[in-house]
């Protein structure tokens, strides 16, 4: 099969793979799992993430990106070469071009180990673009028109919030909180309360079954197994939709007052635009039942997820890439 470009949105939580004319080839978590006796690489992406919680002491599991940026360079580039694999099929013989998704609030480091992480994986060129404008692109917005678009990326790693107008970021922020900080803050709740020790892997199923951003009148309940901290055994127990509401609402207020500082920076004209059109949301984070109405309720600002929300960073990034000259000058940072 022949692939010379390929899009990646590397997430914290999950990598997802674009190649042109063929869409989203790939949506894998961002997992490794490493022998360290021997230092050696022994299973990535999916086939990693089914080992989390079940490995022996020699074996280690974990993610090599931290909030969106590099914590593991090793395992990140072995991680990018089984994408790079997967996508192009075991016989290429072609080094594709790759561009890369990276966090708005990332430095020039952070940016620059990512291209380094993909040349040395087998790319021939890597470009890296912001998030929020491949966001904006994938969800459909106009990024190159002069009135201003609200954006709010909620990730695994990373929120990013940002205006844009005539193909720009106007202004940005970027707070360290998303997905993974809801989990903690359900497994913590849950150890609280239940005393009940519960993985990261059930702390984000019963987010994804019956988390909300906001109470409800009709609840909804979900039975969660862990280990009793008192007694050392298994023990289940059910938790309502509230409660979760109750647990995460202080990562969701952290996300709002970054929301809120964004707001507060942008110029009038750009603010009435926005008040005019709404905010858009997107990312996994953007699937949490009611968190356009928290944020529309504490903003004053009309809020909507955007379509596909999850897949609008790789599906922004795949434009970019099928458009390369046309992005080039505004966008990309080149190796």
């Not at 994408?83 to 990276?102: E, N, T």
């Not at 917005?141 to 970021?169: H, K, R």
Request: overall charge positive.
């Amino acid at each position: 099969m022949f692939v010379s470009k390929i899009a990646i949105d590397l997430g914290t939580c999950n990598c997802l793979v674009f190649v042109p004319k063929k869409g989203v080839v790939l949506n894998e978590p961002s997992v490794v799992a490493v022998s360290q006796p021997e230092n050696k690489i022994l299973a990535v992406g999916q086939e990693a993430k089914l080992m989390i919680g079940r490995t022996p002491e020699t074996i280690r599991v974990y993610r090599p990106l931290k909030d969106g940026v590099i914590a593991d360079y090793r395992a990140t580039q072995a991680m990018l070469k089984y994408f790079i694999r997967k996508s192009q099929g075991a016989f290429s013989l072609f080094r594709p071009d790759l561009v890369i998704s990276v966090p708005v609030g990332s430095t020039s480091t952070e940016r620059r180990a990512v291209i380094e992480a993909a040349i040395s994986s087998g790319a021939k060129a890597a470009f890296v673009a912001k998030e929020p404008i491949l966001a904006a692109i994938g969800a459909g917005i106009p990024i190159n028109s002069s009135q201003g678009n609200m954006i709010i990326d909620i990730g695994g790693g990373t929120s990013e919030i940002a205006v844009i107008s005539l193909g720009g970021i106007v202004t940005s922020h970027s707070v360290r909180v998303g997905g993974d900080k809801m989990d903690e803050a359900i497994a913590d709740y849950i150890k609280r309360e239940y005393n009940l020790a519960i993985g990261s892997q059930s702390a984000e199923e019963i987010k994804i079954k019956i988390g909300r951003a906001l109470p409800q009148k009709k609840e909804e309940f979900f039975e969660v197994r862990g280990r009793d901290l008192i007694s050392g055994l298994p023990r289940n127990i059910k938790v309502s939709s509230n409660e979760l509401a109750r647990a995460i609402k202080d990562v969701l207020n952290e996300i709002v007052g970054a929301v809120k500082l964004v707001l507060r920076d942008t110029p009038p004209e750009l603010s009435a635009d926005i008040m005019n059109k709404g905010m858009v949301l997107t990312g996994g984070g953007a699937l949490l039942k009611n968190i356009d109405q928290l944020i529309a309720r504490a903003t004053g600002v009309p809020c909507f997820v955007g379509e596909e929300p999850l897949l609008a960073v790789v599906k922004g990034t795949g434009i970019v890439l099928e458009n390369l000259e046309t992005y080039k000058k505004s966008l990309m940072t080149k190796k």
